[in-house]
């Protein structure tokens, strides 16, 4: 998915299956209840930040949950590939999502401030200057919580994932990139030799991780 001269169709293909695989294995709406709902919930129109947002589901499923709990929450959606800026903005409008192509430092260079920053399935994919890099923004975007979750790389999470990918997904990259991103993953204890000592690695369940820096600044 990352590479320039990626199929156009299979890539659109594998934007619109990002929801089933998301709402199946992310665990978004645990760590939404668990982490993000109780400090947005005492944060008078509260905002959040989405870094790397791909095809837009999970701020979307963020973003109604919010108003199902009548938060008036704000998101701003954010991801600088185009390609993933155009299939994000052809799904139906949210009332409070917005969607940008940028790169978290140019918020930072903006002076932009949120109440809490996320990303999903983005550790993997960077870098050690890029994950650096990443986590300076998170610190100087956020009032309250920066929470990053990622896959942790095992041999379960790889064969069952490639066990129960299988019958599926041909047409898109799913299986072959998921596959990937399992192998190119963090263990907990990788992860927290890579990160400066105020994040804190979580493990949510057996095969996700939570990178999280709660701050007063």
């Not at 260079?109 to 920053?117: I, K, M, Q, S, T």
């Not at 790889?158 to 991103?181: E, M, N, Q």
Request: aromatic share 8%.
């Amino acid at each position: 998915m990352d590479k320039p001269d990626c199929d156009p169709a299979m890539l659109r293909r594998t934007y619109a299956q990002f929801p089933l695989i998301n709402r199946a294995v992310s665990g978004w709406h645990g760590i939404y209840r668990r982490l993000l709902r109780p400090r947005l919930a005492a944060i008078e129109h509260p905002t959040l930040l989405d870094i790397g947002s791909g095809g837009g589901d999970v701020p979307g499923m963020l973003t109604r949950w919010a108003a199902r709990d009548g938060l008036g929450l704000r998101i701003t959606a954010i991801d600088p590939d185009p390609r993933a800026h155009d299939f994000a903005i052809s799904r139906p409008p949210l009332p409070g999502l917005e969607f940008r192509q940028a790169f978290s430092s140019e918020l930072v260079a903006e002076g932009h401030r949120f109440d809490a920053v996320v990303s999903n399935h983005l550790l993997h994919h960077l870098t050690a200057a890029e994950l650096a890099g990443l986590l300076e923004d998170s610190r100087r975007l956020t009032r309250s919580l920066a929470v990053h979750s990622d896959i942790i790389r095992s041999r379960p999470a790889y064969l069952l994932f490639a066990a129960g990918t299988l019958p599926f997904f041909h047409r898109s990259l799913i299986r072959r990139d998921g596959l990937t991103s399992i192998r190119r993953s963090y263990t907990p204890a990788e992860l927290r030799a890579a990160v400066p000592p105020d994040w804190q690695v979580v493990r949510d369940s057996r095969f996700r991780q939570l990178l999280v820096r709660g701050t007063d600044d």
